[in-house]
Each structure stands twice: as C-alpha cells, then as structure tokens.
C-alpha cells in the first residue's frame, strides 16, 4: 500500500471550514484514498473514500487530486465535535488497513 | 444496529492470568478483527477473519489466542502477557475482508493493563 503524508497537527475555529491535507505521491492506479478519524478514547471512525472523482457525503468531501497524488478532507463547517485524530489511508483492499500517524485536528471557540 | 460492542472496557492482569475480550457484531458481516493501540500511536492490525476461518495473522506472539466462534462474535483470549502488551484492544467488522468498497466499523475498544 501507498505511504502517506500528513501534516501532526492542525486548529481550526469552530464554524470555519477544516481542510485536511494528504500527500500519496506513491499511489497505484488501483488504490483509493481513505479517510478515518479517532475521537479521543473511541475506535476508528469511517469518514468517506474516493478513487480520483471528488465525494461528498453528509461528513465531508474528498477533493483528490487529478494525478491523485494528493487529497484534501473538507470538513465545511467544524465543531468541537470533530476534535480528533484524522487519518489518511491509501489502499487496494479496505479490510487490511495501515493507519499512518494521522494529523490531530483541535477545533477551538 | 450498527454498533459493533467490545467487553469488557477495562482490563488489568497480572502476567500470570488468562482473560479473555469479547467483541460482538449483529450487522451480518462476515470479516471481523483485532487492531492493537499503544498510547499516541496509530492503530496496527493483529488478526484478520474472514467467513469465521483467519486469513491474516501479522506475527502475532502467541501469548494472543484469536477465536470466531460464530459469525457474530470474536474472542482474543489472552495468557502469559508482559507489561509491554498494555494497550487499547479495537476490534472491527466489514461486510466482507476483500474489496475497495469496504468500510470498517470500530468498537470502542478494551484498555488493557498488564502488571
């Protein structure tokens, strides 16, 4: 699987937009982009995915890149809630993920 | 239901105990698996199973004993452990183990302490 890049750690204000960045220069024309996030003391949350079209979902979007060597999470209007650990995750089969170390989103009032 | 539950939450042997973690899933998957988390680190993958038979194993130690009883419901029976093995034990389940389109729904994990 690809390895990724992601910046440790980001703040964002609450209401604002949080753009989460993820560099997967390495990735395979099969591989899709995951992203997951760990609330403090919980498991593993599922966010969305993608393989080169952007997504949308009731979470967030996912812009990829057009030579898909890079992504954003968008999350469009953040919360407190959405303190957390995000994770990118390129992949050929979700049911053996390799979680990187993730950048630690803080959003403050 | 969408949950996936673990048990117990919290957990501390002594190095000379047996335990066992349960997890449970009523969604109908058929691939289940244990993820070990040390502190401020990411997930890593132990066993995968896939149709109650592992498919993956990612060299283990022993001392960690994976069990799929049923479709619903997965064990990790634990015996002889270190100090070293305290950690939060996530399990996980999929609709399947193969393909791109899956996601993995977490439980909250046990917090194992080993003395």
């Known amino acids: 699987d690809a390895k990724t890049t992601q910046p440790p750690s980001m703040d964002c204000a609450e209401g604002r937009a949080a753009n989460l960045p993820c560099n997967h220069s390495t990735i395979s024309g099969n591989e899709y982009v995951y992203w997951y996030r760990q609330i403090h003391s919980q498991g593993p949350q599922y966010i969305i995915h993608g393989l080169k079209n952007n997504e949308t979902n009731e979470m967030a979007s996912l812009i990829i890149t057009e030579d898909r060597k890079s992504s954003t999470l968008i999350l469009p209007h953040a919360t407190l809630r959405d303190t957390a650990v995000y994770y990118c995750?390129?992949?050929?089969?979700?049911?053996?993920?390799?979680f990187g170390t993730g950048t630690r989103l803080q959003v403050t009032l | 239901d969408t949950e996936v539950t673990q048990t117990p939450k919290h957990l501390v042997m002594g190095m000379t105990n047996k335990k066992s973690l349960k997890c449970e899933q009523h969604?109908?998957?058929?691939?289940m698996y244990w993820y070990k988390q040390k502190a401020k680190k990411p997930p890593e993958l132990m066993f995968v199973?896939?149709?109650?038979?592992?498919?993956i194993n990612e060299s283990v130690p022993s001392r960690f004993s994976p069990e799929c009883p049923n479709s619903s419901l997965l064990n990790l029976h634990l015996h002889a452990l270190q100090p070293e093995d305290s950690a939060l034990y996530l399990c996980?389940?999929?609709?399947?183990?193969?393909?791109?389109?899956?996601?993995?729904?977490f439980g909250s994990g046990t917090q194992l302490s080993v003395l």
């Open positions: 996980a389940s999929s609709v399947r183990e193969q393909g791109w389109n899956e996601k993995l729904f």
């Open positions: 995750i390129v992949t050929g089969t979700a049911s053996k993920l390799t």
């Open positions: 199973y896939s149709y109650e038979k592992l498919s």
């Open positions: 969604m109908g998957h058929r691939a």
